[in-house]
């Protein structure tokens, strides 16, 4: 069978990338696999971050770069590749508006024997965009079966599609990034932080993942917890000032480590071998694939109650769930978090994450 994608790839960065090198790598046994990529994501001028590519090694499948989505000229370009190759099923993520008008008009465009199938990463937006629904259901309308990866996200497309053939599914655990090379003994030393127990916070730095919440958290973890240490690591998408002040009004400079940049999927394993737990402050949410890396190291969460996030993060289980979302509760959560039998945490974490395979995602998509 011939399974294609549309979207980001090589050298492109990001979790989206990840999640269909991961989904493409698992189909690419049985099948053949080609994605149709960008030539350009975002305009230097929309992109917050500070460089849209990776530095990590080219994965093992065809890419094919013609699409620019903000440039209709490489629009038909795309569409020809696509209709020469002629896949039986091309797979298109979807996370933002922005790319709508370029996938919708793609996608009315191309052969009718190829199965076209959405995954669904987000449908309500951490960012403010004009028209957003009109560009989502014309980015969506034309498709045979939308895929969701939390309840959450589930539940708005269904509101949004009430016809549509959509089916729940969910994040797989990434299983790429563990190469065990550190220990968290190892990994601290490393990172100059022995004798202390870590707090990670990881990913893009973004306003809804609330980071200024969990730094105005630590003098109340701190109270309770002498040597917490909090760990940011991630490329902040802004202004990192408002961060780097929220630290020194805390008082607690020497309590922070900021690596404020974009790491290569070959450092991943240190921070997360480091961390205690991962800190997932969220303001807003759908599901997180940071959660899903933190399980594949064995690494319980602290979250707050929004999104999809509590289907990840079991209360008393693999984690913890803060009673909202105030930097009092996130604080008493985290603290909550280290009374937990650590054990029997991590053997909670083990049974949760056979659940979350990516074999299982392939086959209930081909379903």
């Given amino acids: 069978m011939k399974i294609g994608f ?16 991961q989904l493409a790598q698992v189909f690419q046994t049985n099948n053949e696999i ?10 230097k ?3 917050p971050g500070k460089d849209q590519l990776s530095q990590s090694e080219k994965p093992d499948f065809t890419i094919i770069s013609k699409l620019t989505p903000y440039n209709p000229f490489t629009w038909f370009p795309t569409i020809k590749a696509i209709n020469d190759w002629e896949p039986d099923i091309l797979i298109i993520s979807y996370w933002i508006p ?15 024997r190829t199965k076209l199938l959405y995954i669904v990463h987000n449908i309500n937006f951490h960012e403010k965009w004009l028209f ?20 959450s996200v589930y539940n708005d497309v269904c509101k949004l599609f009430p016809k549509k053939k959509t089916v729940r599914g969910f994040h797989p655990v990434y299983n790429c990034y563990n190469f065990n090379k550190y220990t968290n003994v190892s990994a601290k030393t490393e990172l100059k932080l022995t004798g202390k127990k870590v707090i990670l916070f990881f990913g893009y730095i973004k ?11 630590l003098p109340y973890v701190v109270n309770k917890i002498e040597d917490a240490h909090l760990l940011i690591v991630g490329e902040v998408y802004g202004d990192a000032k408002k961060y780097y002040n929220a630290i020194k009004d805390i008082g607690l400079v020497d309590r922070v480590t900021f690596i404020d940049r974009f790491v290569k999927d070959e450092e991943i394993e240190l921070f997360f071998k480091a961390a205690d737990v991962l800190a997932l402050p969220y303001i807003q949410a759908t599901q997180s694939g940071v959660v899903q890396i933190a399980y594949d190291m064995k690494l319980g969460a602290v979250a707050t109650p929004v999104g999809g996030l509590a289907e990840l993060v079991l209360d008393s289980r693999t984690g913890i769930i803060a009673r909202d979302v105030s ?16 054990e029997e945490l991590v053997k909670n974490i083990k049974e949760e994450s056979k659940k979350y395979s990516w074999e299982a995602l392939a086959k209930l998509i081909l379903k």
């Fill in 6 to 21: 549309l979207g980001p790839a090589y050298p492109f960065r990001g979790g989206i990338v990840q999640f269909s090198t």
């Fill in 34 to 43: 080609r994605f149709f990529s960008f030539k350009q994501q975002y305009p």
């Fill in 45 to 47: 001028i929309l992109f």
């Fill in 98 to 112: 922005f790319f709508a008008l370029s996938f919708g008009f793609i996608l009315r465009r191309l052969n009718i």
């Fill in 132 to 151: 957003a629904k009109s560009l989502t259901k014309y980015a969506l309308g034309k498709v045979d079966l939308l895929v969701t990866l939390s309840e």
């Fill in 207 to 217: 306003q809804y993942k609330g980071l200024e919440l969990l730094i105005r958290s």
């Fill in 327 to 342: 930097k009092e509760a996130f604080a008493e959560a985290i603290i909550r978090y280290f009374e937990l039998d650590q």
